[in-house]
């Protein structure tokens, strides 16, 4: 039988800790929380592996981000016990649940009404009661619940829609993988006095989301 508890503590110390994550709740979630759980059943071999893994068949395919990648997103957040977080394009809840363990309150998107219903189910699994998983454009964040102190992008963008930016609170953070690889970077998005600062964190690649495009520029 497959070792997920010691596959989990390998992951966690070679690549989360060699990586300057040094939050311990974070690498404690990160060491309690089953992944194994939020991957298709046929690739749970895999969920602890330095990979964005594909939760949806079709081309391309939905992934979860690599640990390394989000633990150092979820650090640079800087999330505080009693922030209120959005998760945009939440797939099957792994950063949910990741997010629900430090956060008061977390609001995960998606789109994808199959990743819905699988990431209702593993948050309840795995008792992330403070989270809550709505269906809605990625795009559109979900003003509803709005005004967010950490907003985290499950993916990369070419852009970061003014939309989301609009739903931060005042010291909001936003943090996200911007640009086209092999130039796209980690960015964290900080909102002072009403501005926003964007601040380049590491370097990063990630799976591209639908709809984080820019636009094509008309041409006559």
């Not at 640990?67 to 979820?74: E, R």
């Not at 454009?137 to 963008?157: E, F, H, K, M, R």
């Amino acid at each position: 039988m497959f070792d997920f508890a010691a596959a989990r503590r390998m992951m966690v110390d070679c690549q989360v800790r060699t990586s300057d994550v040094t939050d311990q709740r974070i690498i404690a979630a990160m060491l309690e929380l089953p992944r194994e759980r939020f991957v298709p059943e046929s690739h749970a071999s895999l969920a602890y592996l330095d990979l964005d893994i594909a939760v949806t068949a079709g081309t391309p395919a939905r992934r979860l981000l690599k640990p390394m990648v989000l633990a150092k997103f979820v650090q640079a957040a800087e999330i505080r016990p009693q922030d209120r977080v959005l998760d945009v394009a939440c797939g099957t809840g792994y950063s949910t649940a990741l997010l629900a363990a430090l956060a008061h309150h977390v609001v995960a998107v998606e789109e994808d009404a199959t990743l819905v219903r699988h990431a209702r189910e593993n948050l309840a699994a795995v008792g992330a009661a403070n989270a809550e998983v709505v269906e809605g454009s990625l795009t559109d964040g979900w003003q509803a619940g709005a005004p967010y102190d950490v907003i985290l992008i499950n993916g990369a963008a070419e852009m970061v829609p003014e939309r989301l930016l609009r739903q931060l609170a005042e010291g909001g953070r936003l943090v996200a993988v911007v640009g086209r690889p092999p130039a796209s970077k980690a960015m964290l998005y900080l909102v002072s006095s009403g501005q926003v600062s964007p601040l380049p964190i590491f370097d990063a690649a990630a799976p591209a989301l639908p709809g984080f495009a820019v636009p094509p520029a008309f041409v006559f």
